[in-house]
């Protein structure tokens, strides 16, 4: 099984104010990994570090030869600005490709297919051409997973991708993401969706009281049930 990141004495936080941690953990080609726990536990600031937009407390995080870790989609949480954003569904999923731009002013014909094919595989290309901030949520959440699909190779992270969503949505998006994943994207996502997590996670890391430990789904429906 190959450990496409391998975290080893991973601290997290901000501006060296510990949050989580320290604790190991490998993410495995292919898993279905959920991560719980109470908000401020240090569930989003874990996803950043791995994406490198936040340095380690302390500790390291390694990456599979086979794996560039420039190459993970990342669905984030919506921010209202994010939601009114004025471009089209078109213009939203190819910026997926910037970070492959390099020196180009502009998406070469590979890009622009690719965009089409992961508008279709989510459900938006007929949505092409209208505005992004006109979609309802779950449209709106279908073209960010496209988007992110763009710039993933191997992984996405998710980070809340149902929260907010009507049920008839919420069900099309965890339908999709399952999907993905047994066409072999490796997913991370953060929930708090109980059935969810018990449904489709092959894995469930839990983050609480600044520690992370890996749990059972038995383990975890005791924890929920406590609750």
């Not at 907010?164 to 994943?181: F, H, R, S, T, V």
Request: hydrophobic share 35%; aromatic share 8%; with cysteine.
């Amino acid at each position: 099984m190959t450990h496409l990141i391998t975290c080893k004495n991973l601290s997290v936080g901000h501006e060296r104010n510990k949050v989580a941690g320290p604790f190991s953990l490998e993410i495995n080609n292919g898993d279905y990994l959920c991560v719980i726990g109470e908000n401020g536990s240090g569930k989003s600031t874990f996803m950043k570090t791995i994406l490198g937009l936040i340095t380690p407390i302390e500790g390291s995080i390694e990456h599979d030869d086979s794996f560039n870790a420039k190459e993970i989609g990342y669905l984030a949480q919506q921010t209202q600005v994010q939601k009114d954003f004025p471009s089209s569904v078109e213009e939203v999923v190819l910026s997926g490709f910037v970070g492959h731009l390099g020196h180009r002013w502009f998406y070469n014909k590979k890009e622009k297919e690719l965009a089409k094919e992961y508008m279709a595989k989510t459900g938006v290309d007929k949505l092409a051409k209208q505005c992004y901030r006109d979609l309802s949520g779950g449209q709106q959440q279908r073209t960010l997973l496209a988007r992110a699909l763009c710039a993933a190779d191997k992984m996405i992270l998710l980070d809340e991708p149902a929260a907010g969503l009507d049920p008839e949505a919420m069900q099309y998006m965890y339908d999709l993401i399952a999907k993905l994943n047994k066409e072999g994207m490796t997913i991370v996502m953060i929930t708090h969706d109980v059935p969810a997590v018990v449904q489709y996670a092959n894995r469930i890391v839990r983050f609480v009281d600044g520690t992370v430990k890996e749990v059972s789904t038995d383990e975890y429906r005791k924890v929920v049930e406590k609750c």
